[in-house]
Antibody, heavy 115, light 111 residues
Framework: EVQLVESGGGLVQPGGSLRLSCAAS????????MTWVRQAPGKGLEWVAN????????YYVDVVKGRFTISRDNAERSLFLQMSRLGVDDTGIYYC????????WGQGIVVTVSS | DIVMTQTPLSSPVALGQPASISCRSS???????????LSWIQQRPGQPPRLLIY???KRFSGVPDRFSGSGAGTDFTLKISRVEAEDVGFYYC?????????FGQGTKVEI
């Protein structure tokens, strides 16, 4: 069974940083593109970033470029999202998902940016 | 960026009746490999999202056959043949043909 478990969320002040992690199991992680998607409170889904199998290709939505970095550790079967210069608009639930077209999703982790 | 526009944004439907959601993209979603990377995602209340349909019409593992997808180019449709209570929630189209990937605004299906 595919499992994706996000961690690392919480409350952070504007301008601060957070690092999200996603622990993967139940599939061949090193052979899978991985994705981060977020959802602001009461809003729809927003694609944030993708990373290819070996981490050599990374893509971001414009509003996070230069502030967020997606990475992965295939030996540890883990996906990461380093977020810096956070603003209130970054508040929401962050989901990690398997594949370019999000075949499986984690439960999500809450990130709150507030003073 | 490719803009995805869903209609309607809200769809009241009676149990056992069909429902249909449209998704239109601002440019063709056909990729250079000949595939079209248009997916449909379901999000039930209080739940994480779940993939229903990929590449326009392919049902993902475990998805009931009352869900079907169709379309080509820039116009796509998700149909539920007979709505069940568990189908209540939001439905999103997602294009994964061109970065940045983009979702539609979401359509609320309610009984």
């Amino acid at each position: 069974e595919v499992q994706l478990v996000e961690s690392g969320g919480g409350l952070v002040q504007p301008g601060g940083s957070l690092r999200l992690s996603c622990a993967a199991s139940g599939f061949t992680f090193r052979n899978s593109w991985m994705t981060w998607v977020r959802q602001a409170p009461g809003k729809g889904l927003e694609w944030v970033a993708n990373i290819n199998e070996d981490g050599s290709e990374k893509y971001y939505v414009d509003v996070v470029k230069g502030r967020f970095t997606i990475s992965r550790d295939n030996a540890e079967r883990s996906l990461f999202l380093q977020m810096s210069r956070l603003g209130v608009d970054d508040t929401g639930i962050y989901y990690c998902a398997r594949g370019m077209t999000t075949e499986s999703w984690g439960q999500g982790i809450v990130v709150t940016v507030s003073s | 960026d490719i803009v995805m526009t869903q209609t309607p944004l809200s769809s009241p439907v009676a149990l056992g009746q069909p429902a249909s959601i449209s998704c239109r993209s601002s440019q063709s979603l056909e990729y250079s490999d000949g595939n079209t990377y248009l997916s449909w995602i379901q999000q039930r209340p209080g739940q994480p999202p779940r993939l229903l349909i990929y590449q326009i019409s392919k049902r993902f593992s475990g998805v009931p056959d009352r869900f079907s997808g169709s379309g080509a180019g820039t116009d796509f449709t998700l149909k539920i043949s007979r709505v069940e209570a568990e189908d209540v929630g939001f439905y999103y189209c997602l294009q994964a043909t061109q970065f940045p990937y983009t979702f539609g605004q979401g359509t609320k299906v309610e009984i």
